[in-house]
Nanobody
Framework: QVQLVESGGGLVQAGGSLRLSCAAS????????MGWFRQAPGKEREFVATITRSGGSTYYGASVKGRFTISRDNANNTVYLQMNSLKPEDTAVYYCAAKKDEPSWSRFQYDYWGQGTQVTVSS
């Protein structure tokens, strides 16, 4: 079992930055690829970014590439999402998720989810 707790969401003006954190329980954090997803009201949950178990490779959704950076600290069981140049359309609840082995852009591949943290970007 892996428990995930996100933090760092909030209200920010367009053009600003936020860093989200996701703390994971358990001693096998490095066995899991980690992902960030987001869901805006009335929309499906959308892939944002994912990172391999070692942190050596990262992948991004087209709408955030070049603005967001995913990273992880396996010693402290934490994954981060640095969000820069935020836009109003980035407003959503952001979720972190974990899956065994290789990363995936598909939300259906993930086994564990956090409760989400709200990010609101004002224009």
């Amino acid at each position: 079992q892996v428990q995930l707790v996100e933090s760092g969401g909030g209200l920010v003006q367009a053009g600003g930055s936020l860093r989200l954190s996701c703390a994971a329980s358990g001693r096998t954090f490095s066995s899991y690829a980690m992902g960030w997803f987001r869901q805006a009201p009335g929309k499906e949950r959308e892939f944002v970014a994912t990172i391999t178990r070692s942190g050596g490779s990262t992948y991004y959704g087209a709408s955030v590439k070049g603005r967001f950076t995913i990273s992880r600290d396996n010693a402290n069981n934490t994954v981060y999402l640095q969000m820069n140049s935020l836009k109003p359309e980035d407003t959503a609840v952001y979720y972190c998720a974990a899956k065994k082995d290789e990363p995936s852009w598909s939300r259906f591949q993930y086994d564990y989810w956090g409760q989400g943290t709200q990010v609101t970007v004002s224009s």
